[in-house]
Antibody, heavy 118, light 111 residues
Framework: EVQLVESGGGLIQPGGSLRLSCAASGFTVSSDYMSWIRQAPGKGLEWVSVIYSGGNTYYADSVKGRFTISRDNSQNTVYLQMNSLRAEDTAVYYC????????????WGQGTTVTVSS | DIVMTQSPDSLAVSLGERATINCKSSQSVLYNNKNYLTWYQQKPGQPPKMLIYWASTRESGVPDRFSGSGSGTDFTLTISSLQAEDVAVYYCQQYYNTPPTFGGGTRVEIK
């Protein structure tokens, strides 16, 4: 079964760091494009970052320079390292696989909640 | 960045009736005869679910009452006969270029 399971969320003070993990099963993360998308409480969806199968990475302007996406092929896991966290980073963070059509995301995790607050 | 604008923000439809959601992009998302436009359904407490990609191709397992149409900058998601389980927020998203961007969402409820 194709599945994504996120972990690593929690309550963190402004300026702090967190690393989110996304463990995949049923497919190989290194063969696909993998994204992080977030959703602030009661709000819509915001794309955060993507890592391509070739290793190229891209970020939303709102997180560029603060967040880093990476993957561990041996663990079949994708990560999101989040530094210098701000209150506006508070959201549910979803990991998702980019569909073969390169048009959208077809497999999503259940999400992990990040709350940035003092 | 490409701006995606959905309308309406919400709509209430009777069971068995048609629901229509519109999505407009600030520039064309057509490339090589394919529109890089995806529709998602999100139910409360759940992650989004891909319904339609390339503007009109139904994802595997999605009921045929869901259909997508449009090209270039104007797109529509139609639910031909609303069922109770279709109550959700629907989002469009473009992946013509990076960053991929989402519409603001349309909440569909039962009248």
């Amino acid at each position: 079964e194709v599945q994504l399971v996120e972990s690593g969320g929690g309550l963190i003070q402004p300026g702090g760091s967190l690393r989110l993990s996304c463990a995949a099963s049923g497919f190989t993360v290194s063969s696909d494009y993998m994204s992080w998308i977030r959703q602030a409480p009661g709000k819509g969806l915001e794309w955060v970052s993507v890592i391509y199968s070739g290793g190229n990475t891209y970020y939303a302007d709102s997180v560029k320079g603060r967040f880093t996406i990476s993957r561990d092929n041996s663990q079949n896991t994708v990560y999101l390292q989040m530094n210098s966290l701000r209150a506006e980073d508070t959201a549910v963070y979803y990991c998702a696989r980019v569909h073969y059509s390169l048009c959208g995301m077809d497999v999503w995790g259940q999400g992990t909640t990040v709350t940035v607050s003092s | 960045d490409i701006v995606m604008t959905q309308s309406p923000d919400s709509l209430a439809v009777s069971l068995g009736e048609r629901a229509t959601i519109n999505c407009k992009s600030s520039q064309s998302v057509l490339y090589n005869n394919k529109n890089y436009l995806t529709w998602y359904q999100q139910k409360p407490g759940q992650p989004p679910k891909m319904l339609i990609y390339w503007a009109s191709t139904r994802e595997s397992g999605v009921p045929d009452r869901f259909s997508g149409s449009g090209s270039g900058t104007d797109f529509t998601l139609t639910i031909s006969s609303l069922q109770a389980e279709d109550v959700a927020v629907y989002y469009c998203q473009q992946y013509y270029n990076t960053p991929p961007t989402f519409g603001g969402g349309t909440r569909v409820e039962i009248k």
